[in-house]
């Protein structure tokens, strides 16, 4: 109700228009106007991006794909669907974010993002222009070959797009931040078809906005980014015995309550396999400075017994590659989520308890789908500090997040279809149960990291201060009819 107030063209009041027929009509307009870029359901290219999303839940059928191959392209698509009788539409970038509807959708128009896939270095080594689509593989393999490396994910198939306009973290995240404070500049396509810069100078409130508020201003075409000099790493993959869970929680707790080391990046994480009945600890961690590792990774790598030992150095762009063959290799469903707290000497473990308890049982109720739940423990980075442009996650320059805080990715992987509203509810109260322990331990924080929230979840409300509103405001400058509220039916709205 409240979005047909905000905007007077609303989608809300055609709502009986909103069926197949429309989406049919705006295929049609779409492939006489982008003839070679519209691809129908029989189309081979079709196919090939359907497969292209990594987790099945995500292989929706829209009406027809749009491959834009040009920044007038996306203009162009947009002027189509927004007098489309309020076809629903979603855009993807790499496909990465686990759910379903937020980089797909069934019935209306997927805009795929993957020709838009340039990596260049420009102005004198000091920026990397990446197009849109690109994966960060892509981005590593560029730049590297200048010597050059960016802020980007940590394997090499994640998309640059949504994780740029979500956040972002990076080998460097400790030492740097997050990598949307890395972006210098972002190229945008507005619901207006106008397409826009937004930078310090140009559109400042639309580039605060772009980094944290995703998909609620414009599609984002390229992404200009700081570039840093291409350094090795140290590290990777280690997994430990089942009975070094304990000393692995209390090696990280040490890691995160001691010295804050600047060049120590990664995670640990405690994967329960139903169908092996086994608990498997594991950290996936990097020392970016190799001349001087482990540095305070050290309590970490000393953690015994150890079954398995990954760690090497060696350049980003093949850290990143060998990462991606894990996720390639079998694609399954998979539901996400995250929450926050401060680190004191017990949460970590009291955490993991409660979930260790509960997490065979309701597994053993979806045995069928043979499930895998993983419990991941990760810093978050700082803010922006001296003056530089701000972000939309709400922490002033004072406050230090990357030593303080850790936030949780919580996941189940499964199967079968059937099991995914279980694992869902499953989630919803292991979340509940955990925001409790950590709220009874004084630690619980606001912060929801959005490229690992849930659907049912709503980070923008997790930013600090008045971000929401802030992003709200944003949103109804650039995007005055509200096509990106209405017209995009999933992802993290504002209205
Ligand atoms: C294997 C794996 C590893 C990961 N590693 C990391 C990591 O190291 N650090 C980290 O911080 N996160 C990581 N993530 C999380 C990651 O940041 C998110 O999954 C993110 O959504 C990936 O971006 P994408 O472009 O692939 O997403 P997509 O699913 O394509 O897009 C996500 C959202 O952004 C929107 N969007 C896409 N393109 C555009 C555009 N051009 N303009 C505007 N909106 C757009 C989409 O509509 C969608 O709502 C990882 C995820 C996976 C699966
Ligand atoms: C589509 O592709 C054909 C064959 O490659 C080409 O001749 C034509 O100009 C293209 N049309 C557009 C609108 O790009
Ligand atoms: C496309 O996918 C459908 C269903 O997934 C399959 O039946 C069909 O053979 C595929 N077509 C091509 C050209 O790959
Ligand atoms: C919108 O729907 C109306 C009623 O069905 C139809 O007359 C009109 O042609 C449609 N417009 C577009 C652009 O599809
Ligand atoms: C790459 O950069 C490193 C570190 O700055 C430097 O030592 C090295 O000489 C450079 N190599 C090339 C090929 O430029
Ligand atoms: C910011 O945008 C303006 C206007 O488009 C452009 O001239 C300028 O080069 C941009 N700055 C950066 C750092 O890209
Ligand atoms: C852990 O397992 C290893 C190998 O099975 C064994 O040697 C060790 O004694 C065990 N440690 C503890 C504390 O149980
Ligand atoms: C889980 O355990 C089963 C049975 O041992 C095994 O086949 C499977 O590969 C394991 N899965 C993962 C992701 O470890
Ligand atoms: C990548 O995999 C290859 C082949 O298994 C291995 O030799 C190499 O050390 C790995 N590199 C990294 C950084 O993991
Ligand atoms: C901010 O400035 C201080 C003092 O010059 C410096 O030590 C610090 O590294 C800077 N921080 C960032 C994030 O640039």
């Known amino acids: ?100 509807g937020f980089n797909n959708v069934e019935d209306g128009v997927t805009i795929d993002m993957q ?95 772009l980094k944290g508020g995703q998909f609620n201003f414009g599609i984002v075409t390229r992404f200009d980014l700081k570039a840093y000099p291409a350094t090795t790493l140290w590290g990777g993959r280690t997994v430990y015995h089942p009975n070094a869970t304990e000393s692995l929680l209390t090696a990280y707790t040490n890691f995160k309550m001691g010295e804050f080391d600047p060049y120590a990046a990664g995670w640990v994480t405690v994967r329960y396999n139903h169908t092996a009945a086994t608990f498997s600890p594991i950290s996936i961690m990097w020392y970016t400075k190799p001349a001087q590792k482990p540095g305070a990774l050290k309590q970490i790598m000393d953690v015994k017994p150890q079954l398995m030992d990954g760690k090497v150095e060696a350049p980003i762009s093949e850290h990143t590659r060998n990462a991606s063959r894990q996720v390639v290799a079998d694609p399954e469903r998979t539901i996400w989520t995250t929450t926050s707290f401060s680190i004191s000497p017990r949460i970590m473990h009291r955490i993991h308890k409660l979930w260790a308890d509960l997490v065979p049982e309701v597994s053993k109720q979806y045995a069928y789908a043979k499930p895998i739940a993983e419990l991941t423990f990760q810093a978050l980075p700082g803010p922006p500090r001296n003056g530089s442009s701000p972000n939309s996650f709400g922490f002033t320059a004072d406050e230090t997040p990357e030593k303080d805080l850790i936030f949780l990715q919580i996941i189940f992987t499964f199967t079968d279809a059937a099991a995914t509203e279980g694992f869902e509810e499953a989630l919803k109260d292991f979340l509940k149960l955990i925001e409790g322990v950590s709220k009874e331990e004084g630690v619980l924080h606001r912060y929801k990291y959005l490229n690992f929230a849930a659907s049912f979840q709503d980070p923008f409300s997790s930013y600090g201060g008045d971000q929401k509103e802030t992003l709200k405001k944003v949103a109804r400058k650039y995007d005055p009819q509200g096509v990106f509220q209405l017209q995009v039916s999933k992802g993290f709205k504002l209205f």
Not at 78 to 94: P, R
Not at 145 to 162: D, F, Q, S, W, Y
């Open 1 to 100: 109700m409240r979005v047909s107030i905000l905007y007077p063209f609303s989608c809300l009041l055609s709502a009986a228009l909103v069926s197949g027929e429309a989406s049919e009509a705006a295929c049609d307009e779409l492939a006489s106007v982008l003839p070679n870029s519209t691809f129908y359901p029989e189309a081979p290219t079709y196919n090939a991006s359907i497969s292209s999303y990594p987790f099945l839940q995500l292989r929706l059928h829209p009406s027809c794909i749009v491959r834009p191959n040009s920044p007038h392209d996306v203009a162009t698509a947009l002027s189509i669907l927004k007098d489309s009788n309020c076809t629903k539409f979603a855009v993807k970038g790499g496909g990465h974010n686990a759910n379903a």
């Open 115 to 209: 020709s838009l896939n340039h990596v260049e270095v420009a102005l004198g080594d000091e920026v990397v222009r990446v197009g849109a689509g690109s994966l960060w593989q892509d981005v590593y393999d560029v730049a590297e070959k200048r010597n050059l490396t960016a802020m980007g994910g940590r394997i090499g198939v994640v998309g640059t797009a949504g994780f740029l306009t979500g956040g972002g973290i990076s080998f460097f995240s400790p030492e740097h931040g997050w990598s949307c404070d890395a972006v210098v500049n972002f190229e945008v396509v507005l619901s207006s078809g106008k397409i826009v810069n937004a930078n310090a100078t140009s559109n400042p409130d639309l580039f605060a906005a």
